[in-house]
């Protein structure tokens, strides 16, 4: 699996995850986004419908029409809209199966978790770890 640590430092969340979200898209796949906070989910519906070339069409989890959304908004890893992409918008790591791309955005209050899961994937097999920083306004990777 692949793991994209996206370090968040100049823009918020929802803002990093609606740019991945589109390219996710524009690749033809499907995007499950992750977090515990339903304030987060707003705010990230919010920056998906309102991208400056496009609007991406999500949904809540659980609205009845979990399948048909190319971006399903949750507080869980059940991708029921087929989902192989996963944001965890959060910094909160979750372990689960079925995924084949995983971006972890983290900021300064989850950093150290973080790192920390840096060095745990590193040690397991099956991990491709990558790193992603703002540079300005482009995300460039880093180490």
């Known amino acids: ?3 994209d640590f996206y ?6 969340a929802e803002t990093a995850v609606a740019l991945i979200a589109q390219k996710v898209v524009e690749s033809g796949q499907r995007l499950l986004v992750v977090a515990g906070d339903p304030l987060l989910h707003a705010r990230i519906s ?18 009845g029409h979990d399948a048909r959304q190319p971006i ?3 507080d869980s890893l059940d991708a029921a809209n087929g989902a192989t992409f996963l944001a965890l918008a959060d910094g909160q790591w979750r ?10 955005f983290f900021d300064d209050s989850t950093i150290a978790a973080s790192q920390e899961l840096w060095r745990e ?3 397991r097999e099956g991990f491709e770890r ?3 920083k703002q540079d300005g306004g482009k995300w460039v990777k880093a180490g």
């Open 46 to 63: 919010d920056a998906l419908w309102r991208q400056p070339d496009t609007f991406l069409a999500n949904g809540p989890a659980g609205s």
């Open 1 to 3: 699996m692949r793991v």
């Open 130 to 132: 990558n790193f992603w």
């Open 7 to 12: 370090q968040l430092s100049r823009d918020p």
């Open 72 to 74: 399903l908004l949750s």
């Open 95 to 104: 372990e689960g199966d079925g995924f084949e791309r995983v971006f972890l």
């Open 121 to 123: 994937l590193g040690s």
